[in-house]
């Protein structure tokens, strides 16, 4: 199944080019968090041996992957609830459909998860006229203005107040200012009004513990807490590879994730749900449900070249030091994953949609990403290793095919690379700025050079540079 849009890749950026506003909003919103990034973790110390023990802690549960699932819905259901295995999209909504018919819900209330936003649960549900309400403040904001989130933590990022005025005016058919506290006041009491009815609850699961059978949701809001405790049954959608092996492991995550995702030193609520409410306990859930989904995470399981992709935690860093995400923004990607780690993981949970492929491409292989990762991700290999990846899946436009051909022919035959570039700086050097207009508009180059000025040609090749240097 594939998240991606219709449209291509360009003409999305080309539209989130020409928005002033959101190119602003993007950066300015990115530039803060990596700079709160910055402070929270140069306070905490250390921070180097921090990602790499958190690497160490994701590469050995993803290595025995099957182990720790397995322990985990056996806790579970020792707690006498129920787990269910979903090797897709369809089948996760198919889980979550039937739950809720059992229930005779009409109305779940749902908390932030990117997973259920992967599967199109929302969309599912309204197909047989259940009503599923996003109850996170940016998630429920895109929700009204049916959109996928343009960022993975902070999903309304390219909205303006006056925006989210009109979609409450319109939502609540009420005049609004579009002051902060009446537009936080407006949703949390129209929130409020449905939280009390809904007779089914569905979050996300930051992590599950395999020791224990119990689900951890990090939140900034207080609704993921009132999600997972006032409705009678609580769905938890969870994808396979967020597993801890024991609860000793969570310290440490409670330290990267929040950290890396918005300098803060711990999210406001931390919930771990083990089980459903106990006899004499006043809240909680009757009856819990954790729908496991796969949907290509075993493909990336069994191949080598993207299993490191399994150790993301979801904290968005990358997204926010990536100079290609800073300029247009989530909806460029098409997808509900965007910035670098939408650009890997889209295209391998839809391994044949070319226009999944082309992500790989939204990036300028700059390593900001894989430097900003608290569990060293190398994102920018990945992404090499998928256009390679592409290159065999794909047949390459005609034109860049024979540059590629011809580049190789020349770069294999030392002699005569190094003579066809003394001519053609010959040439440049000769024709001055006549010459580089000349190149900014091969076919090659002439998108690159719309936006940047090419740089001039320095007085010596970097080849007659070494050889002086041997010498």
């Not at 900003?372 to 436009?397: G, M, Q, S």
């Not at 860049?400 to 002699?415: D, G, S, V």
């Amino acid at each position: 199944m594939s998240n991606v849009t219709d449209d291509t890749l360009d003409r999305r950026s080309k539209q989130a080019l020409s928005n002033a506003f959101l190119r602003k909003a993007v950066r300015f919103t990115a530039e803060n968090l990596s700079q709160a990034k910055s402070d929270s973790t140069d306070a905490l110390g250390q921070w180097e041996v921090w990602r790499e023990r958190g690497r160490q802690i994701r590469q050995h549960v993803i290595r025995h992957l099957d182990y720790y699932l397995d322990e985990f819905s056996q806790n579970v259901e020792a707690h006498g609830q129920h787990v269910h295995f979903a090797s897709d999209a369809r089948e996760a909504g198919d889980i979550v459909l039937r739950i809720v018919r059992q229930k005779e819900a009409r109305l779940v209330a749902k908390s932030k998860s990117m997973v259920s936003e992967e599967v199109a649960v929302n969309r599912r549900l309204a197909e047989h006229g259940i009503d599923c309400l996003e109850t996170d403040l940016g998630e429920w904001i895109i929700q009204l203005a049916h959109e996928t989130p343009s960022h993975i933590i902070i999903p309304a990022i390219h909205k303006t107040r006056s925006q989210v005025q009109a979609l409450f005016e319109k939502e609540g058919g009420e005049r609004l200012t579009d002051d902060t506290a009446t537009l936080a006041g407006f949703a949390r009491k129209r929130l409020r009004e449905r939280f009390a009815r809904a007779e089914v609850g569905m979050t996300g699961c930051n992590f599950a513990i395999a020791e224990t059978g119990s689900v951890v949701i990090f939140t900034n809001e207080g609704n993921g807490r009132m999600v997972s405790t006032l409705p009678r049954t609580h769905i938890v959608m969870m994808g396979m590879e967020r597993i801890l092996p024991t609860l000793a492991d969570l310290p440490l995550m409670a330290e990267l994730l929040p950290r890396s995702a918005t300098g803060q030193k711990i999210t406001t609520y931390v919930n771990l749900v083990t089980g459903a409410r106990r006899q004499g306990e006043l809240d909680g859930p009757h009856e819990l449900h954790v729908v496991i989904l796969d949907n290509g995470r075993s493909r990336q399981l069994s191949d080598p070249r993207f299993r490191d992709l399994l150790h993301c935690i979801r904290c968005g860093a990358c997204l926010n030091v990536c100079p290609v995400y800073r300029q247009v923004g989530g909806h460029a990607y098409g997808s509900v994953y965007s910035g670098p780690i939408g650009a890997v993981l889209t295209p391998l949970l839809a391994p044949h949609d070319p226009a999944a492929a082309e992500l790989a491409n939204a990036s300028t292989l700059c390593g900001a990403c894989s430097e900003a990762c608290p569990v060293k991700i190398p994102l920018h290999d990945l992404l090499v290793r998928l256009r390679n990846r592409n290159v065999t899946l794909f047949e390459p436009p005609p034109g860049e095919r024979i540059a590629a051909q011809m580049f190789a022919t020349l770069a294999a035959r030392p002699t005569v690379f190094a003579w066809v570039s003394r001519v053609v700086r010959w040439l440049l050097r000769r024709l001055g700025a006549r010459g580089e207009r000349l190149l900014a508009r091969l076919p090659a180059l002439s998108t690159w050079a719309r936006y940047r000025s090419l740089p001039a040609l320095p007085p010596r090749s970097f080849r007659e540079q070494w050889k002086d240097l041997e010498r």
